[in-house]
């Protein structure tokens, strides 16, 4: 007999069904910077496209260090034309033959190391590039911190600013405000308006921006913070390090493999030389009647370099003439890479006085200002806009805080990046 079940029964299945799948509908972590930048780093096509380059100039050098494949040949030799017999003529035979070639002098491993220089250079971009990414994953992150504390600011002043025009429209209707405190506190909530869609908008951007690094878990929930605590690193340490960051590095690995190619072009005035062994089959027999004896060969073939003026003279000039643009070309990077790293450390500098600035001296001035012009108001010496503007420049004084905060986080990612420090 089926047991049909009772409603208890159901509901308890119900229950367990809706527990059994809970995790599939609960809502996602907020993404945190350290997670973005992992996100982004997973996701940079440049960064996969610097490594396979470097991969295949490595499979490139094995490949050029070897020999080149010997060459084998078969066929008839002196067959009479007359007859095409190949047992009448003694030199009638069925030959096999094979050539083996050796480059020039140490070529092989010269065109070796240039593709391992390569190569390197090619890892030092992906290690730029992966630097690069963190940095703007990082200046993303920071500008949409901004944007959020600033309009954090704007919500609270707004608020106030509403209270107060209540405040102000009650007292005008009894017969004790006047029209002009009425409109002016109006533009300056139209302007507090205007500003937060402007930061809407500016949200939406870097956000954007941001999706384009990390894909659509920048689109969730984010924990917006400030980065760049701590003390900033002197000048003299980040300058010693100027010469190991990849930008440099890469410009050195290819100022090394331009060396190997003068190398290369020097190998130019040995001679190549190669070998050839081949065996004869020969048919018939002798005028005493003996069978032929088959013929072996071995030959030794090289090249002799005599007219080298417009050839190895000129592959050698061209060669230097490189490598001294690859070594101006390095020089230029490390100077570059030095100037950088002063500007930033500089602007970095300033920007940590800044914040202190604000957070201090700014932040106790705005307060006092505040509530010097509303104590002004309430006794009747100070004007209603007053109390507006010194309230404003109070909150203002808040949101350039935030603006310093951020813009020197996003230095310290710059300083970050042009250290060299990895991910």
Do not use: C
Request: proline letters at 4%.
């Amino acid at each position: 007999m089926r047991v049909i079940p009772g409603p208890g029964a159901a509901l308890k299945s119900l229950i367990l069904i809706l527990l059994a799948s809970m995790p599939a509908f609960a809502a996602a972590e907020p993404l945190t910077l350290a997670a973005a930048e992992r996100l982004a780093l997973e996701r940079d096509p440049g960064v996969a496209a610097a490594r396979a380059e470097s991969e295949s100039l490595r499979d490139m050098g094995v490949a050029a260090s070897q020999l080149p494949d010997p060459e084998a040949r078969a066929g008839l030799v002196n067959v009479p034309v007359d007859s095409f017999a190949l047992d009448r003529e003694d030199m009638t035979m069925l030959e096999v033959g094979v050539t083996q070639r050796f480059p020039a002098g140490h070529t092989r491993q010269i065109t070796n190391r240039r593709y391992e220089r390569l190569a390197s250079g090619s890892d030092a971009e992906a290690s730029d590039r992966a630097l690069m990414t963190r940095r703007e994953v990082r200046t993303a992150w920071f500008e949409l911190t901004y944007l959020e504390r600033a309009d954090a600011v704007a919500v609270e002043q707004q608020r106030w600013l509403e209270a107060l025009l209540s405040a102000a429209t009650g007292a005008y209707a009894s017969g004790a405000g006047m029209q002009s405190d009425l409109l002016g506190a109006r533009l300056e909530l139209l302007d507090l308006r205007e500003r937060r869609l402007m930061y809407a908008r500016e949200q939406a951007m870097r956000r954007a921006e941001l999706v384009r690094w990390v894909g659509d878990a920048a689109g969730g929930d984010l924990i917006l913070q400030f980065g760049g605590a701590g003390d900033l690193p002197a000048l003299a340490d980040l300058e010693r390090g100027a010469a190991s960051h990849p930008q440099v590095e890469m410009r050195a690995a290819q100022a090394q493999a331009a060396a190997d190619n003068v190398a290369l072009a020097r190998e130019r005035y040995k001679p190549g030389f190669g070998v050839d062994v081949s065996y004869g089959f020969r048919q018939g027999a002798g005028m005493d009647g003996a069978a032929r004896p088959d013929l072996a060969s071995a030959m030794l073939m090289f090249e002799v370099p005599l007219f080298t003026r417009d050839r190895q003279d000129r592959e050698v000039a061209s060669a230097r003439a490189m490598q001294r643009a690859a070594d101006s070309t390095r020089e230029q990077a490390l100077r570059t890479q030095l100037a950088a790293i002063a500007s930033a450390h500089g602007r970095a500098r300033q920007q940590a006085e800044l914040v202190g600035l604000y957070r201090d001296e700014g932040k106790r001035l705005a307060q006092a200002s505040s509530e010097s012009a509303l104590a002004a108001f309430r006794s009747g010496s100070g004007d209603f806009m007053n109390v507006i503007t010194m309230q404003g420049r109070a909150f203002g004084v808040r949101e350039r805080l935030a603006r310093a905060e951020a813009d020197l986080a996003i230095v310290r990612a710059e300083l970050d990046y042009l250290a060299g420090s990895q991910p």
